[in-house]
């Protein structure tokens, strides 16, 4: 009986490595899902299309790791790992973006995420993250980290409200400010409409503020329409 057990426990098979994609786009969590299928250990228990299924997936499925996008349609990613983390603490959040805007970088980082790459990874790179979140290791971007640490070298001091506002969420409320609708924005500065929105709100979150009319009465009042 000993020996029978014995053999029973060195045959035990290490459990996969449960991996939740949460990406907008199909393409992308197809072709994500094809490529983690032929790797050994890691299993793909789930795919969502927004923040909000993600969450839903996540409370259901319990993952190891959670591949996430950051803009998507309705809940962003930042706001759906924050979620996910409260729902399975356990749980890795790994950003897979093609965004390194501090807009985006910093707070999904402060609401947990624990690694951040960017879609130009390579496949090979994509599943060692995986593993590595699974052990405890997170993995930062080359780019990344060092965005992070020019950040960190900055002097620190007082700032008003609008000196949280990164470059383009700059150019975005002054945009605002001249009357534009999301649509004439994302069209003079040649990015997406879902992007804009991410700005937008990003804007109305550090302003203090509840709406773009708002938002607009203080970029006049406070000269910022003046390059």
């Known amino acids: 009986m000993d020996n029978a057990i014995s053999g029973y426990d060195d ?10 994609l949460v990406d907008d786009h199909e393409m992308v969590r197809i072709g994500l899902a094809a490529v983690l299928s032929t790797e050994d250990g890691i299993e793909v228990i789930g795919e969502a299309s927004n923040g909000n299924d993600g969450i839903r997936l996540a409370r259901e499925y319990k993952p190891d790791v959670v591949l996430m996008d950051l803009v998507m349609d309705g809940m962003n990613g930042i706001e759906a790992t924050r979620q996910v983390i409260s729902i399975c603490p356990d749980c890795k959040v790994i ?35 995986i593993r590595s979140a699974a052990k405890g290791r997170p ?89």
Not at 11 to 20: D, G, Q, T
Not at 101 to 128: N, Q
């Open 139 to 227: 993995i930062i971007e080359a780019q990344v980290a060092s965005k992070m640490m020019n950040r960190f070298r900055q002097p620190k001091r007082a700032a008003a409200p609008h000196d949280e506002l990164t470059d383009r969420e700059m150019e975005v409320l002054r945009l605002i400010a001249s009357g534009k609708s999301n649509q004439e924005i994302a069209d003079e500065l040649f990015i997406g409409i879902k992007t804009v929105k991410f700005h937008v709100t990003n804007i109305l979150a550090k302003l203090g503020v509840d709406d773009r009319t708002q938002a607009a009465i203080y970029a006049i009042k406070q000269g910022l329409m003046e390059d």
């Open 95 to 129: 950003v897979l973006t093609s965004y390194l805007d501090d807009e985006m970088m910093y707070p999904v980082i402060e609401a947990g995420a624990f690694s951040y790459l960017l879609k130009t990874s390579r496949a090979t790179e994509i599943a060692d993250a």
């Open 11 to 20: 045959n035990l098979e290490e459990m996969p490595i449960k991996v939740l």
